[in-house]
């Protein structure tokens, strides 16, 4: 199993621009989540799903979007980048309920708006 | 005010020493406890976790406590290497039922001196 993939490793966006950031797991798993975490900082929740065509608003949601139409895919949409977007972005998920199974984490995508 | 709250947010110790990483939590409903090490420039990865079933777990030089009534949790790691060096992050469910995700504590960077 590769686990959770993430693409791009690395991207550097212009003010205003828009993105997809992609996620795809090999693990069945339902759950599945996007993490962002600033340079020096903890990991902040933006979004996740508890299966397909179910997402709900972490903390920090303003300025992305998902979607999960598969088990397998859960996208993240960067729709008008700002700086304040800059940060590592990490893709997770987890076998059975969520918030009481351990994430297996993507390598993440490393994302500089300027 | 905070869901998760960590401390302290950096900890330094002599090789061999102990090395202890508090975290309290809001959500009285939460029931499940894990903790990352994160190294640099890489994903989180899962150490240990714990249920609210039991108070302690061990695996090896780590332990995990929980005190439900209190609502906080601690790390240990005895015996402390070179190799511990790195970010550590605990976290806890939050949300409704059946839609719960991890929230993560802001991080612990343990330096461990040769």
């Known amino acids: 199993n590769a686990g959770v993939t993430q693409t791009p490793k690395f991207r550097i966006l212009k003010i205003g621009q828009s993105m997809t950031l992609q996620c795809t797991q090999d693990m069945n798993h339902n759950y599945m989540y996007w993490y962002r975490q600033d340079p020096g900082m903890g990991l902040k929740l933006i979004y996740y799903s508890v299966g397909a065509g179910i997402t709900d608003k972490g903390e920090v949601p303003n300025g992305y979007n998902v979607s999960r139409s598969t088990t397998e895919d859960f996208p993240l949409r960067l729709e008008l980048a700002a700086p304040s977007q800059t940060s590592v972005y990490f893709c997770?998920?987890?076998?059975?309920?969520?918030?009481?199974?351990?994430?297996?984490f993507g390598n993440g995508t490393r994302l500089t708006v300027t | 005010g905070e869901n998760v709250e960590q401390h302290p947010s950096t900890l330094s110790v002599q090789e061999g020493d102990s090395a202890v990483i508090k975290c309290t939590y809001s959500?009285?409903?939460?029931?499940?406890f894990p903790w990352y090490k994160q190294e640099l420039g890489k994903r989180p990865q899962l150490i240990i976790d714990i249920r609210s079933n039991v108070g302690e777990k061990k695996d090896q030089r780590i332990a995990v406590t929980l005190n439900k009534t209190a609502k906080h949790f601690s790390l240990h790691i005895t015996e402390t290497q070179p190799e511990d060096s790195a970010v550590y992050f605990c976290?806890?469910?939050?949300?409704?039922?059946?839609?719960?995700?991890?929230?993560f504590g802001s991080g612990t960077r343990l330096q461990v001196q040769p």
């Open positions: 976290a806890a469910p939050i949300g409704d039922t059946g839609r719960r995700a991890l929230t």
């Open positions: 997770a998920s987890s076998q059975g309920k969520g918030g009481v199974a351990p994430l297996h």
């Open positions: 959500d009285s409903a939460s029931n499940y």
